[in-house]
Antibody, heavy 118, light 110 residues
Framework: EVQLVESGGGLVQPGGSLRLSCVVSESTFSVYEMNWVRQAPGKGLEWVSFISTSGDTIHYADSVKGRFTISRDNTKKSLYLQMNNLRAEDTAVYYC???????????WGQGTMVTVSS | QSVLTQPPSVSEAPRQRVTISCSGSSSNIGNNAVNWYQQLPGKAPKLLIYYDDLLPSGVSDRFSGSKSGTSASLAISGLQSEDEADYFCAAWDDRLIGYVFGTGTKVTVL
């Protein structure tokens, strides 16, 4: 069974940066397209970013475009989210998910909490 | 900001049936597959229905999905206390070039 484990969350001041990581248990990580999805406290789900298997196709939500960068290292079975110029409204649990054709977000990590506050 | 609209909450007695609607537009539901996710309290979301009406392995057949035009629905039959959770629909949006989620629906078993 594929497992995803996120890390890198924490408390950061407005304008600061954080880098989230997501390690995938499967050696077949390279076949998965991946996403980051976030959930603000007590709120619904918000898609953040998508990356293709090779990393040559990337999409961002308008709310994070220009501030967040998604990347992956298939040799390390890892997905990353570099978050710069963080704002209070970026406070959320961040989940990494696999993205299988037709199935969408079919496997989720446990999430990592990001709090942006002074 | 959620692009897909769901009712905030639905409630029903055990063993009854509930239906959750998800309303979108031609750029998302009208032209792409709809997936549904269940989020139990304090847990990560879980894929419940994919490609409009297909069940992933291990998901109870009490759950079913359907789609018509720019709207989709999730039905839960034989409601059980363990079904108390938040449910979200999602689809790719061709205009926004990204995924969009529904506003979410809280299911309460009376």
């Amino acid at each position: 069974e594929v497992q995803l484990v996120e890390s890198g969350g924490g408390l950061v001041q407005p304008g600061g940066s954080l880098r989230l990581s997501c390690v995938v248990s499967e050696s077949t990580f390279s076949v998965y397209e991946m996403n980051w999805v976030r959930q603000a406290p007590g709120k619904g789900l918000e898609w953040v970013s998508f990356i293709s298997t090779s990393g040559d196709t990337i999409h961002y939500a308008d709310s994070v475009k220009g501030r967040f960068t998604i990347s992956r290292d298939n040799t390390k079975k890892s997905l990353y989210l570099q978050m710069n110029n963080l704002r209070a409204e970026d406070t959320a649990v961040y989940y990494c998910t696999t993205d299988t054709p037709k199935k969408g977000f079919d496997i989720w990590g446990q999430g990592t909490m990001v709090t942006v506050s002074s | 900001q959620s692009v897909l609209t769901q009712p905030p909450s639905v409630s029903e007695a055990p063993r009854q049936r509930v239906t959750i609607s998800c309303s979108g537009s031609s750029s998302n539901i009208g032209n792409n597959a709809v997936n549904w996710y269940q989020q139990l309290p304090g847990k990560a979301p879980k894929l419940l229905i994919y490609y409009d009406d297909l069940l992933p392995s291990g998901v109870s057949d009490r759950f079913s999905g359907s789609k018509s035009g720019t709207s989709a629905s999730l039905a839960i039959s034989g409601l059980q206390s363990e079904d108390e959770a938040d449910y979200f629909c999602a689809a790719w949006d061709d205009r926004l070039i990204g995924y969009v989620f529904g506003t979410g629906t809280k299911v309460t078993v009376l």
